[in-house]
């Protein structure tokens, strides 16, 4: 039974996590953020962090469950607002 509580945080996580990829995918693109090859490594690194996130997640929660969806919450904060930031850096 623990397994599968485990199983299921990670699928949600990862289901919250890939949404919110998508549509910061779509916000770098219509920035043109992807020609910007000063980004590749920022985007390269969110990437990674990313499909490593739900599983990080779903061990952490079964010890502190609000720990895991404070973080939640905040990855997706960042991945979102990251294209706008960076855009405006970029210039």
């Given at each position: 039974m623990r397994f599968a509580v485990f199983i299921v945080r990670f699928l949600i996580y990862a289901i919250?996590?890939?949404?919110?990829?998508?549509?910061?995918?779509?916000?770098?693109?219509?920035?043109?953020?992807?020609?910007?090859?000063?980004?590749?490594?920022?985007?390269?690194?969110?990437?990674?962090?990313l499909m490593i996130a739900p599983l990080v997640l779903a061990i952490v929660a079964a010890i502190a469950r609000p720990l895991a969806i404070f973080v939640l919450f905040f990855l997706v904060g960042a991945v979102l607002t990251a294209p706008f930031a960076l855009a405006r850096f970029a210039g």
């Open positions: 919250v996590l890939g949404a919110t990829y998508g549509i910061a995918q779509a916000l770098w693109a219509a920035r043109n953020l992807d020609s910007n090859s000063d980004l590749n490594y920022v985007h390269a690194t969110g990437v990674t962090v």
